[in-house]
């Protein structure tokens, strides 16, 4: 029984350990209301499963470098792939060691959980893939792209230079972008999205109900495909580029785009 007991905490609890690629972790998902995973350069991939949760440890090539974590942390299973701080004695010694002063771990996970639970995942140089999700997704992404597909919960995303890509039929979409472009189709709600010099493309699988859409870039172009016969109400304005709009005026639901030299362009899905 004490046996029994011990083999069930080493599933549940396991922080800070290190690991070797391909190592797999299985836990129950009852009990458990979200996902927390992060990565340092290591690849995130999430996907929708029913049934208990799997977490596969990959890229974990140098052990010795990584510092892995997955533990529950009131009611939330927290995966953390981090470099482990470099042997700078007297840095550590009084605790002022920052991020610049870890090793390289490229160390990640592959993740199957149900598609319901909410799920934030960041990402520094690595990739991450987002599938196959019913609940909110709350994404964070440093240089590395971001791809996503059958994503029907609401998708904040935020990016210093990765790409962000794929189809989300999103209720909600909220999107910070530096340089990376935003390249979304099959949505479905509203938007809003702001881009420095990243391009922005946006394609509806279908008109919005409610809600509206705004989208601002710096220097970067946007353009924004609804299906043919959406009633629209566009503002758009852009300082040096060209503006194109292919619906006619007076329709009700809010577009509007902004663009400092950036061409926008609303057109009809083909």
């Known amino acids: 029984m004490k046996n029994a007991v011990l083999l069930v905490s080493l599933l549940i609890v396991a922080p800070a350990a290190r690991c070797a690629a391909g190592e797999l972790r299985v836990f129950p998902a009852a009990g458990v209301t979200g996902l927390d995973v992060a990565a340092d350069n290591g690849a995130v991939v999430v996907t929708g499963a029913e049934g208990k949760i799997e977490v596969e440890i990959t890229g974990n090539d140098e052990p010795e470098k990584c510092r892995i974590t997955t533990e529950i942390i009131d009611g939330t ?6 470099g482990v701080p470099a042997p700078r004695a007297w840095k550590n ?15 990640g996970f592959t993740v199957l959980a149900p598609a ?8 520094g140089t690595g990739s991450l893939k987002v599938s196959g999700r019913s609940g909110p997704v709350r994404a964070k992404a440093g240089t590395g792209d971001v791809s996503v597909s059958a994503l029907t919960g609401s998708l904040v995303f935020k990016s210093g230079t990765g790409r962000l890509s794929g189809e989300a039929c999103a209720p909600a979409l909220e999107v910070k972008s530096g340089t990376g472009d935003v390249d979304l189709k099959g949505l479905c709600g509203p938007a809003e999205v702001k881009a420095g010099t990243g391009e922005v493309r946006l394609a509806w699988a279908k008109a919005p109900a409610s809600g509206e859409v705004r989208v601002n870039t710096g220097t970067a172009d946007i353009d924004l495909a609804f299906p043919e016969g959406t009633k629209l109400a566009a503002s758009l304005k852009s300082g040096t580029g060209s503006v194109s709009n292919e619906f006619a005026a007076g329709g009700t639901f809010s577009v509007t785009a902004k663009s400092g030299t950036g061409s926008i362009a609303l057109r009809k899905m083909k």
């Not at 299973?77 to 981090?82: G, M, P, R, V, Y």
């Not at 319901?116 to 990402?123: C, D, I, T, V």
């Open 77 to 82: 299973l927290t995966l953390k792939a981090e």
């Open 93 to 107: 010694l009084f605790g002022l060691a920052d991020s610049d002063d870890r090793t390289n771990c490229r160390a």
């Open 116 to 123: 319901a639970l909410p799920l934030e995942a960041k990402s």
